[in-house]
């Protein structure tokens, strides 16, 4: 079970991004898959999360968060608008070692246990 994030790059405040999580050893149908970041000094956020069934829920954001999937790619998208300079920072995928409840979604560190190297989001002023 791996994911690996891409995208990231840097970016002038108000501009957009999409990131992407490729999975592999596993499919997309039988777990979760949530974006955190982690900005210098500061602990690690949950930010999106969508379950096996495709159900999404967003953990910050004020709306300029959107989370898909592609199945068939294998991977999962996060889109982010009017980026702000506070949000530089470090960028997860992280999911969990088995299936879940088909439902099921968490944006809380502790409850995953795969995670990517990251991918670097600069958002610059």
């Known amino acids: 079970v791996q994911v690996e994030e891409s995208g990231g790059s840097e970016v002038q405040a108000g501009g957009s991004l999409t990131l992407s999580c490729t999975i592999s050893g596993f499919t997309l149908n039988s777990r979760p898959i949530t974006w955190f970041r982690q900005a210098p000094g500061k602990e690690r956020q949950g930010l999106s999360c969508i379950s096996a069934t495709g159900n999404k829920q967003y953990y910050r954001g004020s709306g300029r968060f959107n989370i898909s999937r592609d199945n068939a790619k294998n991977k999962v998208y996060l889109q982010i608008n009017n980026l702000k300079s506070e949000e530089t920072a470090m960028y997860y995928c992280?999911?969990?070692?088995?299936?879940?409840?088909?439902?099921?979604?968490?944006?809380?560190?502790?409850?995953?246990?795969?995670w990517g190297q990251g991918t670097q989001v600069t958002v610059s002023s």
């Open positions: 992280a999911t969990l070692a088995y299936s879940t409840p088909i439902n099921y979604c968490s944006g809380k560190e502790q409850d995953f246990h795969v």
